[in-house]
């Protein structure tokens, strides 16, 4: 009861503050004071997802958020984090990559529950994916190191190939960290070594079509969209394989790395977490 009369004030007090993105998926920054309304959801959320890590005794778990509509590619969430039990910023800090201001550079990110739901989303749906218990402490002690280590590649794009050593997402990020954490024994902690274990191991991308016509018509001509980071053959198919919040949990599923998973629509917990 202490923890979590702990863990309530400190995010109350998250909360009167203004909030200021240093860095958000894909869009511009500007400063804003977020709407009351969109704060109290956002606290609600990081509430209902902190009671729930709390009642693990996992060190690390996944964390997805809907920043972006993407139901026209039948994907949910958009972007995942790790949230870290114990970290100098606080407990459950989610560490996470993030676009620099719709640039092609991109940072690494910790940030408390309610602020990293608190970026303009789509909606308050959630969703937390638990790993193993050995995987989980070696994903933990991983994101402990950071940033020693961190596999980050700084040049953005949002529809890097996967594998690209010139690119990188938020999404490639999160897999390539697994990728680095879940052999046993660990590998070298190198992004092309990461990402060729999840490859061995099972991960295939998902495939998002986007029309020519869609490239030009819809300016999607911008500093953190580079579509020569794939193939011709790609580029005339207009399918992108890319890493999504869904392809790695269907990877993490189909070979066994989840210890157990939990999922909010609207507010009310699921009762089987559904495709993410």
């Not at 995010?11 to 704060?39: D, F, M, V």
Request: proline share 7%; hydrophobic share 40%; with cysteine.
């Amino acid at each position: 009861m202490k923890r979590a009369h702990t863990l309530l004030l400190a995010l109350l007090i998250a909360c009167t503050a203004l909030w200021s993105p240093s860095g958000r998926a894909g869009t511009a920054c500007e400063t804003q004071t977020i709407a009351p309304a969109k704060l109290a959801d956002a606290a609600a959320t990081a509430l209902r997802v902190a009671a729930a890590l709390d009642r693990s005794d996992a060190p690390a778990a996944l964390v997805a958020r809907v920043g972006t509509d993407l139901s026209e590619h039948g994907l949910v969430y958009s972007h995942v984090g790790f949230a870290l039990r114990e970290h100098p910023d606080g407990p459950w800090t989610v560490l996470h990559l993030l676009n620099d201001c719709g640039s092609d550079r991109s940072s690494l990110h910790a940030q408390g529950l309610v602020n990293f739901f608190a970026d303009d989303l789509v909606n308050q749906d959630a969703r937390i994916v638990w790993l193993r218990p050995e995987a989980a402490a070696r994903l933990a002690g991983h994101l402990r190191a950071l940033p020693r280590e961190a596999l980050h590649q700084p040049h953005y794009n949002l529809i890097a190939k996967p594998g690209s050593a010139d690119y990188q997402n938020s999404t490639a990020w999160a897999l390539e960290t697994l990728g680095a954490t879940l052999p046993v024994p660990p590998g070298p902690q190198d992004r092309r070594a990461a990402y060729a274990f999840v490859k061995r191991d099972g991960f295939t991308p998902d495939r998002i079509h986007i029309p020519y016509g869609k490239r030009i018509l819809g300016g999607l001509f911008s500093a953190n969209v580079a579509f020569t980071d794939h193939s011709v053959g790609t580029r005339l198919s207009g399918d992108y394989p890319v890493v999504t919040v869904r392809s790695i949990l269907r990877y993490l599923e189909s070979q066994g790395h989840v210890a157990e998973e939990t999922e909010w629509r609207n507010g009310d917990l699921q009762a089987r977490p559904g495709p993410g």
